[in-house]
């Protein structure tokens, strides 16, 4: 590579000139090897990147060093971190192949970084065995002296623990934890020493039948779960987005409490029937602030989820958006009985968008979007989105007839039909 400075042509090196928050703005989005090779730039930039305030391992890192004894990778992030010579703001690590990188070795490297750390990312998704991978009885008291940390995201330990005298992070404002098992009380005794934790993404499997929060800075939580039979939020008081997994096989999971939120989200993969899920004192109580709705992995096909879906949306005076999605084709379309009908009785919806992607029509889902269309004397848009393997055909253009003739509560109502077909352009028909 050509340096920048030239004396031979008398060339400025503009590069090297660069005010010192840039330089440290062009480091901090390069890769660990692509802030070495900046070396050769100039005179100048051959030390620079040892004092680079972030510093990444990335997937392309480990790919580079494939077949390399897993020791040897070892012992070159550590002499890395040796030779860096200033604060180390960001620092991550994301293993992205079979690397033997056990709790010793993850304990090792926290007194490298652990008086400046603000950023701090292990993340162990590799090609082998994720179960071989993952840390044996990680304790999260090791960030304790971490003391300026914000951040940290942690996925790859198989059971993690926090002792009783844990003394907290003070300063950190997110956590992103995925691990196989956790102690019942962990989660809460170490949120309780985190004051300022506003945001929480956390996905577990066993140990903890039913999971408590009571963090009072709460405001965005994520939760994925397995077998947790209840979540009990009553304490979050400031919780405004909460987003529920639910995964395939895991048992029945209801929410116990749930402080006023804004936003609510939740996948199915269970299939578990909404009213488990979200009990009815639930709806009086918890919805009347929400704003945004989102279910995902929704049986357009179940009657009783839709009457209870109605329930809800009745319950929520401040719903504005709704997106369902159903991708479910285990559905086909039919003709039900006449006694199978839905009926509504009329209300008043806030609703001013709607949007509900399926894979295959359904007869109560069209009587939903009816009774939306009716009720919605704000609605600007809905839009329909069929995604199918098939071409364009007789039913799903019957779809799209049968979206035109309903009746609208708002006259201000744009009704989209999207046909998503397999290796081909969404068809999209507009309906005035």
């Not at 039948?209 to 709460?218: A, F, G, N, R, T």
């Not at 999971?253 to 029937?273: A, C, E, H, M, R």
Request: glycine share 4%.
């Amino acid at each position: 590579m050509m340096t920048l400075l030239d004396k031979k042509t008398n060339q400025i090196d503009r590069i090297s000139d660069l005010p010192s928050n840039v330089i440290d703005a062009i480091l901090g989005n390069l890769e660990i090897r692509d802030q070495v090779a900046t070396s050769i730039l100039s005179k100048k930039w051959r030390y620079m990147w040892t004092s680079a305030p972030q510093i990444f391992f990335d997937e392309y890192f480990f790919r580079s060093l494939m077949g390399v004894h897993d020791d040897v990778v070892y012992e070159i992030i550590i002499g890395v971190l040796m030779l860096h010579n200033g604060p180390i703001h960001k620092f991550s690590i994301d293993l992205f192949y079979t690397f033997d990188f056990n709790t010793e070795k993850f304990n090792r490297l926290i007194p490298f970084m652990s008086r400046d750390i603000q950023h701090l990312e292990l993340v162990i998704c590799g090609f082998g065995s994720v179960e071989d991978q993952m840390l044996d009885n990680l304790s999260l008291d090791i960030l304790f002296s971490c003391k300026e940390l914000t951040y940290f995201k942690f996925n790859g330990c198989k059971n993690l623990s926090i002792s009783p005298d844990f003394r907290g992070i003070r300063k950190l404002l997110e956590l992103d934890l995925e691990c196989d098992e956790i102690e019942s009380s962990a989660l809460d005794t170490f949120m309780s020493g985190c004051p300022l934790l506003e945001k929480l993404s956390v996905g577990f499997r066993f140990g903890c039948d039913h999971l408590v929060i009571s963090s009072p800075s709460l405001k965005v939580f994520v939760l994925e779960l397995y077998d947790t039979k209840s979540v009990c939020l009553e304490k979050a008081n400031n919780l405004i987005d909460f987003t529920l997994k639910l995964s395939r096989f895991g048992a029945s999971v209801y929410i116990k409490s749930l402080p006023q939120v804004k936003k609510f989200s939740l996948t199915n993969w269970g299939k578990i029937p909404l009213a488990d899920i979200i009990p009815p004192v639930l709806l009086t109580s918890s919805f009347s602030s929400l704003e945004y709705l989102q279910l995902d992995e929704f049986d357009l096909n179940d009657k009783g989820d839709i009457l209870y879906l109605v329930r809800l949306l009745e319950s929520a005076p401040s719903l504005v958006k709704l997106v369902i999605q159903d991708y479910e084709d285990d559905h086909s379309t039919q003709v039900l009985d006449p006694s199978e009908e839905l009926e509504w009785r009329s209300c008043c919806l806030k609703l001013q968008t709607v949007e509900i992607c399926v894979e295959a029509s359904s007869q109560h889902g069209m009587s939903l979007i009816q009774f939306i269309l009716a009720n919605s004397p704000l609605l600007k848009t809905l839009t329909f989105n069929f995604c199918s393997y098939r071409e364009l055909d007789g039913p799903m253009l019957k779809t799209s007839q049968d979206l035109l003739r309903m009746e609208r509560a708002s006259p201000r109502a744009e009704v989209n039909f999207i046909h998503s077909a397999y290796r081909r352009r969404p068809l999209s028909i507009y309906i005035e």
